[in-house]
């Protein structure tokens, strides 16, 4: 009796978002042009013409004729160079999800954007989406004061149940994101611009993995995207795209927060922004935004009003703070919003360093102002 012919095991076909997340790895393939290439075509067939070196023509649109040709080659060879099933193999491994736009586990509230992702990346649990958004934005180069109010409103709105979405950058998106996550209330939400193996900043490694742990990450960027400055404008339409409102804490008149801003308003969401001292240059473009009419975000109260939600008690000064005694409130009467030589006060004081060290040392235990390096700025409220 002849032995059963054995049949070779063959390999299971790759699933078409495999192709996706390999055409999105591909230098100077952003959103657009991966939805150009996704337009009429399978991300397989895609992947096949760019490896021939054929690329239609719409990929070209404002591109000189001269650098055509440059950047065809230079997507045929990392085609050529990168093996979709291995890197499809990666993310599995890694534990990052993966949807494509149009298919069924694609979040809804980016596939009725005008200006969605082709493909999503995520760490953490999706479902974390559900419910109410608010994003939190700002500056990187944010003072104490933007820090402190981001906190306090990542920390109050996390409270009541609204989920904060931010971008996990330093300055205020960092402050928000900690202030939610010390509230231990509804998950946190970040988008990023970069893969998800590329911590960036990396001083926020020990906060993406406390995200992870408690809400979700999302990138439109796979492994091994670094964070290219081209990739957070994209990026911002999309914390655009999740929030219900923007409260903008503390930005110049320009950078990516006041194009997050811009992004909001034209998805018709309400856009607040946070009072700034007018003579702080990180205070120009939340200060006009509020002369341009978007409503202003004093506390938590105020955007959960906006969001047609019941307003949570406002946290009085007197409440959290110890009062000064009358010789410290003389100096703190002295100390401006954003932080000023410690020699500005002296003067304005007219106190020796002794006598206002004694004061400056009384009003930081109590709360009332930071010092860093000869340098001190007020971040309590009125005392009086």
Known sequence: MDPPSMTPL??????????????????????????????????????????????????????????????????????????????????????????????????????????????????????????????????????????????????????????????????????????SLEAEGAPPIAVVGSGLDRIYPRAHAALWGQVVERGVILSEYPLGAPAAAWQFPARNRLIAALADVVVVVESQHTGGAMGTAVEAARRARVVMAVPGPVTAASSDGTNQLLVDGCAPARDAADVLVALGRDAVPRRRAAETRRAPSVDASVVLDQIPWQAAPIEQVMLATGLDLGALAVRLEELERSGWIAQRAGWVERIGRSHT
């Open 10 to 179: 063959l390999p299971a076909p790759l699933p078409d978002a495999a192709h996706v997340v390999a055409l999105a790895r591909l230098p100077q393939i952003g959103p657009a042009r991966l939805r150009t290439l996704l337009a009429d075509r399978s991300a397989a067939e895609a992947w096949s013409q760019l490896c021939a070196g054929r690329v239609p023509e719409a990929m070209f649109d404002r591109v000189p004729d001269q650098q055509r040709h440059r950047l065809v080659d230079g997507w045929r060879r990392a085609a050529l160079a990168l093996d979709p099933a291995a890197f499809w193999r990666a993310h599995v491994e890694a534990g990052i999800g993966v949807a494509v736009f149009g298919t069924p586990a694609f979040p809804e509230v980016f596939a009725t954007d005008d200006d969605p992702p082709m493909v999503l990346f995520w760490k953490g649990d999706l479902d974390h989406l559900a419910g109410v958004r608010a994003a939190i934005v700002g500056t990187r180069r944010a003072s104490r004061y933007g820090r402190d109010v981001a906190f306090s409103l990542g920390r109050d709105l996390a409270e009541a149940g609204v989920a904060v979405v931010s971008g996990l950058a330093l300055g205020i998106d960092g402050a928000a994101h900690a202030g």
